[in-house]
């Protein structure tokens, strides 16, 4: 039975930048990059070609040993120009020159009434399009073998500057709900597609069928899928559960009814810093100087792929991360501040009404934040901010402090199956003692899961 979720808890960080729903025409990037640092537990990578070799989109390019069903397939079609390793032969990157027009790895069509649930997803692993479907607990790229007790789609994203799915999805709607279809057959339980209950929700999602249709409605983080999975079939020991994206879905779908890899996707360019805030039809991997390099305000800014609580710094002519539908661009904030943080101002948004009383002023004031923390980390204060923006039943505080006394029994439970970084983000947004809040998450959770 659908449920109708209204969130309280939470904040949401208005920033300058919004991406205007309209495609921009941007020059295409030629080279795109697989970054095995994407796949969170991906443990020992195997490169399947070398520098040198071509390759079409959906040609295998990399395996985990430890997983070695699951494909990881190249975006686009090309030369392999360089395979980059770091410390200790760390795999970082392979890179693709690409070809001006993309030529894929045909494969079957899925007749999805021919095939069993194992059948299915084995076709899945080989395709390229698996890595799109994430296990809770701990937040991996899934095991084919397993069946979860359900499979969970959030259909918004409530992070700051977030892309519209319904924008950016146009036309997709048939292969969406192929997707749909699809991952219905790879669980025991249900599929939850859970839309924004305060707006008009888009026909892509409003038309699908097959699922069940829930509303979340409240602050970010109410477009988390792990805040959803909370509300709605929390996960306990011993339990899995998938998470799939929007854009992920189409990918599956896709590949079922056009035998192809296609990891194209329209992403949102955003941020204060860029002169033309838009939507651009490219593909997973791609090189970002052509979205950014022409378009920035100034010459000192920092480049994300993805939004500013949960991204990833990059180079300006760094490369689109596998899971990211959007590139953020803010002021660098590498500059000493004379009592910044104890200034009144109308400049700074805040959480804590003592730092930003007059952000609470006007609540619908975009701002023009940067990267500066302003302050060191320094012992835990127990404010109780962390619980006010964690819409779980849990206590952050204290499981953060199991975590850094590696008290195994204690995370388990204060909740640490139900979480994964993103969850807690805010709480590193909020928090006045200035800890890695994200890395303390996935600390426990490898705690946890290698244990």
């Known amino acids: 039975m659908s449920k109708i979720v209204k969130l309280k808890k939470g904040f949401d960080i208005n920033l300058a930048g919004k991406a205007k729903q309209k495609l921009a025409n941007f020059a295409p990037a030629q080279t795109f990059a697989i970054k095995p640092t994407d796949f969170i537990g991906l443990q020992r990578p195997k490169v399947l070609v070398n520098e040198g070799d071509t390759v079409k989109a959906g040609t295998p390019i990399l395996i985990d040993k430890a997983l070695d069903q699951v494909v990881y397939a190249a975006p686009v079609s090309g030369e392999i120009v360089a395979v980059l390793r770091g410390e200790k032969r760390k795999l970082l990157e392979i890179r693709i020159l690409a070809d001006q027009s993309i030529s894929y790895e045909n494969q079957e069509k899925t007749d999805l009434n021919s095939l069993d649930r194992d059948a299915l997803a ?30 969970f789609i959030s259909a918004f994203d409530s992070h700051p500057l977030a892309p519209d799915y319904g924008f950016a999805l146009q036309g ?10 699809a991952l219905a057959k ?11 209950g305060s707006k008009s ?20 983080p ?12 929390p996960i306990n020991k011993g339990e899995i559960a998938w998470t799939v994206s929007p854009n ?5 779908g896709k590949f079922i009814l056009e035998g192809i890899y296609d990891a194209s996707k329209v992403i949102a360019v955003t941020g204060s810093e860029v002169t033309n805030a838009a939507y651009v039809k490219t593909i997973s991997g791609a090189n970002v100087s052509t979205f950014v390099k022409g378009n920035l305000n100034s010459g000192h800014v920092r480049v994300i792929s993805g939004n500013v609580l949960t991204g990833e710094k990059i180079a300006l002519d760094g490369f689109l991360g596998f899971y990211h539908n959007q590139i953020t661009v803010i002021p660098e904030g590498d500059y000493y501040e004379f009592l910044g943080w104890a200034k009144p101002t109308a400049k700074k948004l805040s959480y804590h009404r003592a730092l930003g009383l007059l952000s609470f002023l006007n609540p619908k004031k975009e701002y023009v934040l940067d990267s500066n923390c302003r302050g ?7 404010t109780g901010v962390f619980e006010s923006v964690t819409p779980m039943d849990i206590l952050p505080v204290y499981l953060l402090k199991a975590i850094m006394a590696e008290d195994f029994d204690e995370m388990e439970e204060l909740g640490i ?22 890395e303390l998450v996935r600390k426990g959770i490898e705690l946890i899961q290698y244990s």
């Open 222 to 233: 109410a477009g988390n899928v792990g805040v959803q999975i909370h509300h709605l079939d």
């Open 122 to 151: 084995a076709k899945l692993a080989a395709s390229g399009v698996w890595p799109n479907i994430i296990q809770r607990p701990f937040g991996i790229v899934a095991n084919p073998a397993d069946t979860p007790k359900a499979i």
């Open 172 to 181: 997709e709607e048939k292969y969406f709900q192929a997707g749909l279809d």
């Open 248 to 252: 992920g879905v189409v990918q599956i």
């Open 417 to 438: 199956y139900e979480i994964v970084e993103e969850d807690l983000a805010l709480c590193e947004f909020v928090d006045v003692s200035k800890h890695p809040v994200q």
């Open 376 to 382: 060191e980390e320094r012992a835990f204060v127990q």
């Open 186 to 196: 790879l669980t025991s339980g249900k599929v939850h597609l859970n839309v924004d």
């Open 201 to 220: 929700v888009p026909a892509i999602f409003s038309g699908a069928k097959g699922v069940e249709i829930n509303q979340f409605s409240g602050p970010h």
